[in-house]
């Protein structure tokens, strides 16, 4: 819509070119109350939280581990080269959730993550250059509610094709 009505300037980010059209495809109907007008309106920042220390962007190769606890996951792990996390507001994430039997990106579930959710360390990455851009992001028993799970759970690896696709 911004760019059928070539608004000015113009809204960028991850929130609107990628998690936005993913909720709309996705998203349940509280997420997307809850996101899309703020990412519409410019106020959120996000980040990606799908590569890992020792897997690159070998995405189905993921560590992190979110256990359902009910109504919370409780994830733990690591994600590096997670441009922005330092100022972001909301990390969209892939964490596995269950086996990966047969194909490894079964198990693989998509979460969103309040980045001031105690647990999440973001350690700053500087580049060759000397600039700050990349961040390792440590997550630690860091409790993510239920109504945080993007789609079906063990289903992630659809939605996270569906987001890098935009």
Known sequence: ELQRINARPPLGGMGVSMIGPTLLEYGSDEQKRQHLPAIARGELAWCQG?????????????????????????????????SGAHYADWMFCLVRTGPNEGKRQDGISFLLIDMNT??????PIITIDGGHEVNEVFLE??????????????KGWTIAKFLLGN
């Open 141 to 154: 028993d860091v409790r993510v509610p239920v109504e945080n799970l993007v789609g079906e759970e063990n």
């Open 118 to 123: 105690p647990g999440i360390t973001v350690r």
């Open 50 to 82: 799908y590569s890992e220390p020792g897997a690159g962007s070998d995405l189905a190769s993921l560590q992190t581990f979110a256990e359902d606890k009910g109504d919370y996951f409780s994830v733990n792990g690591a994600k590096i080269w997670t």
